[in-house]
């Protein structure tokens, strides 16, 4: 061999020494009898062992005991007819901790085909393999409360129906909800709404046989199935028994407050023999229990399903109501009670339905409400009205002041402000020509929200009233924070004023309290000659009813604005209802 050829040899050979010493990788060296004979440094630092204290042994001594003999046997299956094998072991680092390890070994042959060294290279994957836990986990687990996702528990329900209906016996599907959790959550935070979930899964957990299934598929929703069931007897024994529990108080931190449960129950197989029918009709029975109050269970019957599809039915109508131009505005005067003449006039609305003919607000306000689709609707009613007022300014010398119902969703939305301003803008009207009107109810249920709304309203130059005043729990104080113009006396104060001394007195505290806080007042349904004189003489400003007119159509309206429009007198007595 030339000098020079050993020298390049030897440099090669310096450059796989660095190689092996230097890698990342574990790097193990056995002989034909698989023995020891040489590891590296990252040997060394990954399992604590160094080279001296293995020379010479079988690898077999890092064996951690959980790799089963089938993976050793198909590793030296693999070896002698690839020469390689790559697979998972557990081995024991000289500290005794047993950890997994990612292994790949290769078989080098000799000119005869006979085995001469195995090198095997090595990493640890404990920290990859908690990745896959924690990732497989979260795939079957709610993050929040450790209790089965959705995911889980249909995968789980399946197997139920399966053994129910091989055993003939029945399942029950507990849909549970909390009751007012959005509340909480928002007035106490999402620190304290968490909290609150978390604890009620553990008060849920303590419910439950081990055998029954409990999960969690939704905000404030979670499913408890419990099966083979034997004595239906037990369901709402346990139904009652979770409403108690989860109705406990709770302490979040320094705040101690109450939450209580609604409960839906279908059964299987009577309420459906799939996953999505019991649930579907357990939640269907959950709301049925949210409408008798809340704090109670509820069975699914058939009578449910009909009317949610009716409900569903109407919902869906409602949203192609507006495309297709179904509802109106009808007006109703407002009269002045000292000039006898019309001073303003509330727009109703109505739903022209193609085939139930007109439906009133009462149906399908608050069906509106609860589906977002007071939105759109309020915008449109805010629109419209100013159009009309915008037309009457012309039409008319004397227009009335034009007022809209708010609903107390429209009022907490961030978009009321742009579309009273823009319908004000597009339509020219004035200072004081627009009024909205709130509930008490309304106006009360975020105080802070609804006094910045309404300042920003009346800055628009809009007027405001307070409707159904009396049936609401308005504090005199907060009442003084609001920039509001009038208070609508409710109807159902003045309806009997004439035989009902406390109404009366009501009557009069209302009308006195409005005009020391500077507010003018306005009764609604006036219907007699009677009421209207009794509110005339105790100072009423304004009076509304059927004595002067009913909710007309916009044209029909109109005649009353004109100078023979025609409001009963005020001297006449007749007690007559109009
Ligand atoms: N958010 C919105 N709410 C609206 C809108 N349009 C109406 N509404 C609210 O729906 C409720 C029912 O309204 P309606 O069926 O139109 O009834 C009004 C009048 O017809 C009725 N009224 C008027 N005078 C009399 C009377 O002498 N006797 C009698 N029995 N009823 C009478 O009162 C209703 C008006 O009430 P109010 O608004 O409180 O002045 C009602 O709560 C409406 O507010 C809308 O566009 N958006």
């Known amino acids: 061999m030339s000098k020079r050829s050993a020298e390049s040899i030897a440099e090669a050979l310096q450059i796989y020494a660095n190689a092996f010493e230097n890698s990342g990788e ?21 399992t604590g062992y160094e080279l001296s204290e293995v020379m010479g042994k079988n690898p077999k001594m890092l064996a951690g005991g959980r790799t089963s003999e089938e993976t050793y046997l198909e590793m030296w299956n693999a070896l002698q007819r690839d020469s390689f094998w790559q697979g998972e072991l557990w081995d024991r680092k000289k500290s005794g901790e047993i950890y997994p390890k990612w292994t790949a070994i290769s078989a080098i042959h000799n000119d005869d085909g006979e085995v001469i060294f195995h090198i095997a290279s090595f990493s640890d994957i404990t920290d990859r393999k908690a990745a896959e836990a924690r990732i497989e986990h979260l795939a079957h687990y709610d993050m929040l409360t450790g209790l089965l996702n959705r995911f889980s528990l249909e995968s789980r329900m399946e197997q139920a129906i399966l053994a129910a209906k091989r055993d003939e016996q029945q399942l029950a599907v507990l849909f549970i909800d909390l009751d007012r959790f959005k509340y909480i959550n928002d007035s106490l935070g999402h620190h304290v709404g968490d909290q609150l979930l978390i604890e009620v899964a553990d008060r849920l957990k303590g419910c439950i046989r081990e055998s029954d299934i409990v999960a969690r598929i939704g905000g404030d929703e979670f499913v408890i199935v419990l099966t083979g069931l034997k004595e239906m007897i037990y369901v709402p024994a346990l139904a009652r028994y979770i409403i108690e529990q989860l109705s406990e108080p709770y302490t979040v931190d320094d705040n101690t407050f109450n939450s209580s449960p609604s409960i839906g129950i279908s059964i299987y197989p009577d309420d459906g023999s799939t996953i999505q029918e019991l649930l579907k009709n357990s939640d269907i029975a959950m709301y049925h229990a949210k409408d008798q109050g809340r704090k109670n269970f509820q069975f699914f019957t058939k009578s449910l399903l009909i009317a949610s599809e009716e409900r569903l039915h109407f919902e869906n109508q409602l949203r192609t109501a507006l495309e297709q131009e179904q509802f109106e505005l009808y007006y109703q005067a407002q009269v002045d009670t000292e000039q006898n003449r019309i001073w303003g006039m509330e727009a109703l609305i109505r739903w022209n339905h193609p085939d139930r003919g007109f439906i009133g607000p009462d149906r399908f306000i608050p069906i509106a409400e609860e589906t977002d689709i007071i939105h759109p609707l309020g915008a449109w009613v805010i629109r419209k009205a100013c159009q009309q007022l915008a037309r009457w300014k012309q039409a008319t010398d004397t227009p009335p002041q034009v007022s809209v119902n708010l609903s107390a969703k429209q009022l907490h939305s ?36 609804a006094i910045n709304q309404l300042s920003r309203l009346s800055e628009l130059g809009v007027s405001l009233a307070i409707d159904d005043f009396g049936t609401g729990y308005s504090s005199l104080a907060y009442l003084k924070k609001l920039p509001i113009n009038t208070l609508k006396l409710d109807r159902t104060f003045v309806r009997d004023i004439e035989n009902d001394r406390n109404d009366a007195e009501i009557c009069m505290a209302t009308i006195a309290l409005a005009h020391n806080l500077g507010l003018k007042v306005i009764a609604e349904g006036v219907e007699t000659q009677l009421q209207r004189d009794f509110l005339a003489e105790h100072s009423c400003d304004y009076l509304q009813g059927y004595l002067f007119s009913r909710p007309l159509p916009p044209n029909e309206a109109e005649l009353l604005l004109s100078p023979d429009g025609v409001i009963p007198a005020r001297e006449s007595h007749a007690d007559t209802p109009a």
């Open 26 to 46: 574990a790097i193990l060296i056995t002989d034909k009898d698989n023995r020891i004979i040489n590891a590296n440094s990252a040997f060394t630092q990954q």
């Open 414 to 449: 961030a978009d009321l402000i742009d579309t009273v301003h823009e319908a004000m803008e597009t339509y020219q009207i004035m200072d004081g020509e627009l009024e909205l009107e709130i509930t008490e109810t309304a106006a009360m249920s975020d105080p802070e929200v």
